[in-house]
């Protein structure tokens, strides 16, 4: 309960004697780049494949000669959409993103340079961590919906390569009974991840004490807690907006 009170204080923190909004303005866009397009790589990568052995899997477990193979891509697509694309990913980005804030906080603290800012009268939790949620809540949404569709190809690709599906059935399985309230319950939790990872990722080092040994283990900790935050809140998001 401590560390919870200690971490609702940190965030209210980040609103009370902010600077002036145009400052926010480059900070943010810096911040953009750096959780966002500098994470395009690894999204990519991972959302092939995750689509490509999720159609190969679900073709390899429906068997039966009386279900149609356009419910393999159907399954693959409530897959991806609810759960692969916003929460999987989301467990990439606390260890790209997450262990990258946290280190970065870290070395600032154990090397005064926080402590700089204070001295000149500057909110530095509101200074340094404000932009970084801020970019995390505009871009971790927009890589949700990218991870979502690469991983829709992946499987498109990886299916009509291997024969399981034709590319027929598979676009077909796509567009069947599809549900538009499970695309905006993706965009939910991808808010609600993006702001758990880069708002746990900052306390974790903001308040690293020692030296360089604690920065890394204040990433480890960002990284474990950030993982940790996105199962929690999987759970009770399923809970409050399906259950």
């Known amino acids: ?17 902010r600077e002036k ?76 993103v997450g262990s990258n804030i946290a280190g970065e906080l870290g070395t600032m603290r154990i090397t005064e340079q926080i402590d700089a800012l204070e001295v000149m009268g500057i909110n530095s939790t509101s200074y340094l961590v404000l932009p970084k949620i801020i970019a995390s ?22 299916g009509t390569i291997t024969g399981v599906i034709s590319a027929a059935d598979y676009t ?3 567009r069947a009974d599809f549900i538009e309230f499970n695309v905006f319950f993706a965009l939910i939790k991808a808010f609600v991840y993006g702001f758990l990872v880069a708002a746990i990722s900052a306390y974790k080092g903001f308040y690293t004490v020692g030296g360089a040994l604690e920065v890394g283990r204040s990433s480890t900790a960002a990284v474990t807690s950030s993982c940790i935050a996105i199962l929690l809140a999987d759970y009770f998001l399923a809970q409050l907006l399906l259950g």
Do not use: H, W
Not at 1 to 17: D, E, H, N, P, T
């Open 172 to 174: 077909f399985g796509i």
């Open 137 to 158: 809540l505009i871009m971790y949404p927009m890589l949700v919906v990218l991870s979502a569709f690469l991983a829709l190809y992946g499987g498109f690709v990886a």
């Open 21 to 96: 909004f145009v400052t926010y303005i480059q900070l943010t866009i810096d911040e953009c780049i750096k959780v966002g397009y500098n994470s395009l790589f690894i999204v990519t990568i991972v959302s092939v494949f995750m689509g490509a052995v999720t159609t190969i899997q679900t073709a390899y477990n429906l068997v039966s000669p009386f279900i149609p193979d356009y419910v393999i891509s159907l399954v693959a697509r409530d897959m991806v959409v609810l759960e692969l694309a916003p929460t999987v990913m989301a467990i990439v980005y606390a260890g790209k």
């Open 1 to 17: 309960m401590r560390s919870l009170g200690k971490f609702l204080i940190f965030i209210a923190r980040l609103v009370i004697r």
